[in-house]
């Protein structure tokens, strides 16, 4: 939530304005392709068969373009070709699984032929996207020990051609876009015919299924059509006994590796391809990714010790993970944690006492009162828990909270801060926090919840200042949408009632309304009055938050 206009510190410009349009218009599309992977991850995890029937797809997918995104996020726009190696190093440090990794490679190889289109100034939009597709789908390629179809890698493929023919066809660049989702969703309903072991499910390919959820963003974004299909399944095909068609590489089947081995590797380019051939002849599904000296590796194996020291010999590994299959599966359904606790900062009394209601630890923040990393750690050990989410609720508050966080990890304590930037965002996240979940599930559901609350508030401007939305004079009232300053008029109601049409522009089925220290009922009444005239298929609730500065805080969800 940005501070209202009372020092010379903040102006209400945003930082993106400076930004070149075709890194605004990446940076839109994985905000949003990150929503709606959170939105079909649960989906996506249940059409996990291959090559690991383990049902966490969909989450890793999640994990890994967060990762991206954070990164892009968190780059310097006056520097395109720095902001562009960012994305593709964050994908590469936070890759999560054999699809996420392999994702990984995609962003990565998609964002270099971006900068190198952007360094040589030459190119069409339409071409430019079309080369970054089918050079994204041959890195995938070349990434894989043993490519097989019927994957991420044929949907990533089969829309990078399409894409090509269509730059090459029209040269518009709604067409090619258009062309590469259609034909990315095409592929992948073909994906049964092509693997053995999700025709035996009666199920498409999962990884598949996440690359289509991010074309059909971007389609949307660049026509402003929505054309994504439902995903079919079909009937399971009948597996006789001793029958290979659900192998396919699965550690869980008979004689197939029995865990899954991760790590990065610091390491020489050439030292790469005896890394590979020592890894395949250990295991399968084996993906290797990176460059310029720093790489991620994943490999289903049963020597365990020996795909690590294949890594040793050949760099230096670290942040390895392994993950035996079979304990994974036998945890999943069962698995419970009595011992997880969450931190939340709360701009207000009303706002406080809803979020220790619903069991949160409480740090009190907010514009004109920033928390301190001290503060956050102590809130942590008060938890008492082993795992511990946070929930900053403010963008300046974000950084304090991933310090403390860090430090809290020292002490052995997991943690992750959910990256939500308004007090209402915190509300909708803890609303759906189950600790009877996997912490990594449970941190995905909240996330995907946070994100999902389009936010906004109202305020009156104590001085004269240059907005987003132009130039205010003391005493204007302001209206914030999504962070920005975005409404400037001279009434509190009828600027409160233009930052929730904004915000329900985009659909919408429950207004939240969050009545600040300074807010009169007249503008709630008001408000309510409003939105059951105009929008009589949106519910509204109130709750008394008492926050400073801001008289109105608005969620719609």
Not at 427 to 437: F, G, I, K, S, T
């Amino acid at each position: 939530m940005p501070e209202p206009p009372t020092t010379d510190e903040r102006s209400g410009v945003s930082s993106s304005t400076s930004a070149p349009a075709d890194l605004t218009l990446v940076r839109t599309w994985c905000d949003q392709a990150l929503q709606a992977l959170g939105v079909a991850r649960e989906e996506i995890d249940a059409l996990n068969v291959y090559p690991v029937p383990d049902g966490d797809t969909g989450t890793n997918l999640y994990l890994t373009f967060e990762a991206a995104r954070d990164a892009l996020r968190e780059a310097d726009f006056a520097d395109p070709m720095a902001a562009l190696e960012a994305l593709g190093r964050g994908a590469l440090l936070g890759a999560r699984g054999n699809s996420g990794v392999i994702l990984s490679q995609l962003l990565r190889a998609g964002a270099e032929t971006l900068a190198a289109a952007r360094s040589s100034r030459s190119g069409r939009p339409a071409r430019v996207l079309a080369d970054i597709l089918v050079a994204a789908a041959d890195a995938g390629y070349a990434a894989v020990g043993t490519p097989v179809e019927g994957t991420i890698l044929t949907v990533a493929r089969e829309a990078g051609e399409a894409a090509r023919q269509a730059a090459e066809d029209t040269g518009a660049l709604a067409d090619t876009i258009t062309a590469a989702a259609t034909a990315a969703r095409e592929a992948l309903q073909r994906t049964p015919d092509q693997l053995p072991a999700l025709a035996a499910a009666g199920v498409v390919d999962a990884g598949g299924r996440g690359l289509c959820v991010l074309f059909d963003v971007a389609e949307t974004l660049l026509t402003g059509v929505h054309r994504a299909g439902p995903v079919v399944r079909r009937r399971p095909v009948p597996v006789a006994a001793g029958s290979s068609a659900g192998s396919g590489g699965g550690g869980l089947n008979p004689g197939g590796p029995s865990s899954e081995v991760m790590f990065l590797l610091d390491a020489e380019d050439a030292a790469i391809p005896l890394l590979r051939d020592r890894l395949s002849r250990l295991g399968d599904s084996l993906v290797v990714v990176g460059g310029d000296g720093l790489w991620n590796v994943h490999v289903h194996v049963d020597e365990v010790g020996a795909a690590i020291e294949a890594g040793i010999e050949a760099g230096r590994p670290h942040r390895i993970r392994v993950t035996h299959f079979a304990d994974q599966i036998q945890r999943r359904p069962h698995q419970r944690h009595d011992t997880r606790g969450v931190v939340v900062v709360a701009a207000g009394p009303g706002l406080a006492a809803l979020f220790e209601a619903a069991g949160a630890e409480v740090v009190t923040g907010g514009p004109g009162r920033r928390c301190s990393t001290a503060e956050i750690l102590v809130a942590v050990r008060a938890t008492s828990a082993a795992e511990v989410v946070v929930l900053p609720n403010d963008a300046d508050s974000l950084a304090v909270a991933e310090a403390a966080a860090q430090a809290a990890r020292e002490e052995g304590i997991r943690v992750a801060v959910v990256p939500t930037r308004a007090q209402v965002q915190g509300l909708a996240a803890l609303a759906v926090h189950d600790a009877a979940r996997s912490f990594d599930d449970d941190v995905v559901a909240m996330t995907a919840a946070g994100g999902h609350a389009r936010h906004g508030a109202v305020t009156i401007a104590a001085r004269d200042a240059i907005t987003t939305a132009g130039p205010c004079a003391a005493g204007d009232a302001l209206g914030v949408v999504e962070g920005d300053f975005a409404v400037v008029g001279h009434s509190l109601p009828a600027v409160a009632a233009a930052v929730v049409g904004r915000l329900l522009g985009g659909g919408g089925e429950m207004v939240t309304l969050v009545r600040g220290h300074a807010c009169d009922d007249a503008l709630v009444d008001d408000l309510v009055s409003h939105l059951r005239a105009t929008r009589p298929d949106v519910d509204a609730v109130v709750y008394d938050g008492g926050q400073e500065r801001y008289p109105l805080l608005i969620a719609v969800e």
